[in-house]
């Protein structure tokens, strides 16, 4: 019987997080024997440009940068399955891509959410405030979102392109037929950035039921000395990677078993 190979998880990063935050995350895929890179985000890598009025981008841009990365990937060795781990963010513009692009093996959210504020206490009057107020109005000026505000230096178009999401609850892009891919989608108890019943909207509304398994990560199942925060997670990413992990080998138990 012919064994498949590990996947290799292809990291896209947070609003506002660098690739080089993701090296832990990339040390505990490899520590499980599978292989791991985190790709750049635009705006927030050290040496490249940043957001401004001249140097402006949208969700489009990300994905296609994704989608890069992807055919990379697939080009170096053609028969390993290759998965995406996107982070908040990087969620979205995962799923973005597979809408859009050729399709990835799997698909692994953490974070990721429809940030609409019926989701959010005091039904999200703040991030209600920041789309419909503070984006537009700061882009307009600046041509850009300035610091220290979420996300900045953030880049105009994208930026209004995810307030727009916040006001609507729909995402950034064409999704009229739910995703079939293989997708383990993880929430955090406590986060105030995407709350659990954000991302089941994310889940909902982009998935086919039948793709998606949902954990809900509690903070008793954190290690000692980690975290299971918005953003710290990735620093004790251990918990995360063993269910990952788990739920991609039960798959391809399931694919494997012949049929009785």
């Known amino acids: 019987m012919t064994t498949?190979?590990?996947?290799?998880?292809?990291?896209?990063?947070?609003?506002?997080?660098?690739?080089?935050?993701?090296?832990?995350?990339?040390?505990?895929?490899?520590?499980?024997?599978?292989?791991?890179?985190?790709?750049?985000?635009?705006g927030f890598e050290r040496g490249l440009p940043v957001a401004s009025r001249r140097h402006d981008w949208a969700y489009a841009d990300e994905i296609a940068e994704l989608n890069a990365g992807l055919v990379r990937a697939r080009a170096e060795e053609p028969?390993?399955?290759?998965?995406?781990?996107g982070h908040s963010l990087g969620?979205?513009?995962?799923?973005g891509h597979e809408l859009s692009g050729p399709p990835v093996d799997g698909i692994v959210t953490v974070g990721a959410a429809i940030p609409h504020p019926s989701h959010y206490p005091l039904r999200g009057l703040g991030i209600r405030f920041m789309a419909k107020v503070i984006v537009?109005?700061?882009t307009t000026l600046f041509g850009y979102?300035?610091?220290?505000?979420?996300?900045a230096p953030g880049a105009r178009?994208?930026?209004r392109e995810w307030g727009r999401m916040v006001i609507t609850g729909e995402?950034?892009?064409?999704?009229?037929?739910?995703i079939r891919t293989p997708a383990f989608i993880v929430s955090l108890q406590g986060d105030t950035l995407a709350p659990a019943s954000s991302v089941n909207r994310f889940s909902t509304r982009l998935f086919h039921p039948d793709a998606v398994t949902?954990?809900?990560?509690?903070?008793?199942?954190?290690?000692?000395?980690?975290?299971?925060?918005?953003?710290?997670?990735v620093r004790g990413s251990s918990p995360v990677v063993e269910r990952v992990v788990a739920w991609w080998d039960a798959r391809q138990d399931q694919t494997q078993r012949p049929d009785r």
Do not use: C
């Open 4 to 42: 498949t190979p590990t996947p290799l998880v292809l990291i896209s990063p947070a609003m506002a997080i660098g690739s080089a935050y993701y090296r832990p995350l990339v040390e505990e895929f490899r520590a499980h024997g599978w292989d791991a890179r985190a790709l750049p985000r635009r």
């Open 79 to 85: 028969d390993r399955p290759v998965l995406f781990l």
């Open 91 to 95: 969620g979205q513009i995962a799923v």
């Open 136 to 138: 537009p109005v700061l």
């Open 145 to 151: 979102l300035p610091k220290p505000l979420f996300g």
């Open 157 to 159: 178009t994208l930026m």
């Open 171 to 178: 995402p950034p892009f064409p999704a009229d037929e739910p």
């Open 214 to 233: 949902r954990w809900h990560y509690l903070r008793d199942e954190v290690t000692p000395g980690a975290s299971n925060d918005h953003i710290t997670w």
